[in-house]
């Protein structure tokens, strides 16, 4: 855009501010989103209902004499229904135990997934934290047995490890990216793989291998390179969620956070006004990478479980719905990952409480996710009028 005052002098424009609900109409510019995203909740929920009760025995059993006697059909589904859904919510957060338990669950969720949104606000998909989880895992575990440190600094020195060797591993796409226009979506689904394998590679070393052991594991790490645990919960528990503000202040109060979003908002404006896009590639992807290390550190240095092929679960995976759900946002991340370890938490509950499969809870995850991807159908169902998904942050990196 040229400047047309004094002699006419013609400047490169800055790159747009990318789409921030906060710069057009403040907090009012969420509700279309919130609103979004509590719908989705409650037809996620509808429908889960459903599915429970046409599972449920005594309600199939009254199908039979539903028109001789329909009232048995309706209690019976009454009755399934709100014993499932009272044992989720009581198997997340009706205890001291379920908090703490639900609470344990979502802090590797909220690592994870934080490590996705901030490349997702960088432009990039990050497909790879479940790879970046176990590399972070071998080396912070393996600091955690093999060195005697005293208590304070052999936690930091694992927990550094593991942060190091995640965040270099998540740096190689992000450097591919910069210097060869690699995708970064084939580029860690890759290395996932090849994480995979290495982490086999070293389980079958003797370093690394628990004595007396036929299985592919490690030895727990020491007490002193352990997360301390006050009332039963680990801290790092409070380390997810200072991370979470870290975040935060990472792309709403600095520099390099005001170039990832200007990145992923528009590549070819930034790299106009000056910015570099290969250095934002490298760092929001290393960042991302560490993130992701230190959500394993939630079991491996939180929980004190062995390093296997098997120490990420689905974690990496989970952490793309977290940040969908959470709109790419670090409190939406937070509030995603809460509300899916209460799921998984309580999920425990429903077939022991209730005799529903623990896998109901997964259709809950995914019916949510789903409607929240697809807010033309919410909006479709309900008869909404639509907003102009401003809480939306996509990654531009796909074909980028």
């Given at each position: ?27 009012t510019?969420?509700l ?21 009760i ?16 329909p ?23 009706g ?17 994870a ?26 080396a ?43 995708h970064?979506?084939i580029?860690?689904?890759m290395?996932?793989h090849?994480a ?15 004595p ?69 590639y ?23 479980d ?64 789903l409607?929240?991807a ?5 909006r479709?169902i ?19």
């Amino acid at each position: 855009m040229s400047d047309q005052s004094g002699a006419g002098t013609v400047e490169a424009a800055p790159p747009p501010e990318p789409d921030e609900p906060t710069t057009r109409g403040g907090l009012t510019a969420w509700l279309p989103t919130v609103v979004d995203t509590i719908v989705a909740i409650g037809l996620a929920l509808i429908i889960g209902a459903i599915l429970i009760i046409f599972s449920t025995e005594d309600v199939i059993d009254s199908l039979g004499y539903f028109f001789s006697y329909p009232w048995d059909f309706f209690r019976f589904a009454g009755t399934a229904v709100w014993d499932a859904y009272s044992s989720l919510v009581d198997g997340a957060v009706g205890s001291g135990t379920a908090i703490r338990r639900t609470l344990e669950r979502a802090a590797p969720l909220i690592c994870a997934g934080l490590g996705v949104s901030l490349a997702f606000r960088s432009g990039l998909f990050n497909i790879g934290a479940q790879g970046q989880m176990l590399l972070g895992a071998l080396a912070g575990g393996y600091v955690g047995f093999h060195y005697d440190l005293p208590p304070g600094i052999h936690l930091v020195a694992a927990l550094l490890a593991a942060l190091v060797a995640g965040g270099l591993y998540g740096g190689i796409a992000g450097l591919l990216k910069a210097r060869t226009g690699a995708h970064e979506v084939i580029v860690t689904i890759m290395l996932n793989h090849v994480a995979g394998f290495i982490v086999l590679y070293f389980l079958a070393k003797d370093t690394f291998q628990r004595p007396n052991s036929n299985n592919l594991l490690t030895p727990p790490v020491a007490d002193s390179a352990s997360f301390p645990s006050v009332g039963g919960l680990h801290l790092g528990v409070i380390l997810a969620l200072v991370a979470a503000g870290l975040v935060w202040w990472l792309l709403e109060r600095s520099t390099l956070g005001f170039e990832m979003r200007a990145v992923g908002a528009n590549p070819d404006a930034a790299r106009t006004a000056g910015m570099s896009v290969a250095r934002v590639y490298v760092a929001g992807m290393m960042i991302a990478g560490m993130l992701a290390a230190l959500a394993v550190t939630m079991n491996v240095l939180g929980r004190q479980d062995a390093v296997t092929e098997n120490i990420a679960g689905q974690v990496g995976f989970e952490a793309i719905t977290v940040a969908l759900l959470g709109r790419a946002t670090p409190l939406g991340t937070v509030l995603a990952g809460l509300l899916f370890g209460a799921l998984s938490s309580g999920g425990l509950a429903m077939q022991s409480g209730a005799g529903v499969p623990p896998e109901m809870a997964q259709v809950l995850q995914a019916l949510i996710v789903l409607f929240v991807a697809a807010p033309a159908l919410i909006r479709g169902i309900t008869r909404m009028r639509g907003g102009d998904g401003g809480g939306t942050v996509m990654a531009k990196g796909w074909g980028g």
